[in-house]
């Protein structure tokens, strides 16, 4: 009866073996593609960044246009208007 116990005992602990090795390994795969994910997403945010940067640059010398232009327009309308007035 012992003998058979200590048979049972052994397989228990074979198996209780197996299943923790299959869980490191599970493990150390997920460990790899969070790790990976991770590197994605700074990649990611990094590009993210660079783009937002360029946009921000993009939208200055807009606006340094528009206000250019809106000069511009201020001077011909008051030169128009000047014109107008020597021709009355």
């Known amino acids: ?3 058979e116990l200590l048979q049972q ?3 228990m602990v074979a198996e209780n073996n197996r299943v923790v090795k299959e ?3 599970e ?3 997920f460990k790899k593609e969070m790790y ?3 590197e994605e997403m700074y990649e990611f945010r ?3 960044t660079r783009r937002l940067d360029r946009l921000e640059r993009q939208n200055k010398h807009i606006d340094a246009d528009l206000d250019l232009l809106h000069r511009k327009v201020s001077d011909h309308e ?3 208007n ?3 007035q020597d021709g009355q």
């Open 1 to 3: 009866m012992s003998e």
């Open 9 to 11: 005992l052994i397989h």
């Open 23 to 25: 869980t490191q390994q």
């Open 27 to 29: 493990l150390r795969e």
């Open 36 to 38: 990976d994910f991770c």
């Open 46 to 48: 990094d590009d993210a």
């Open 78 to 80: 008051r030169e128009i």
């Open 82 to 84: 000047r014109i107008k």
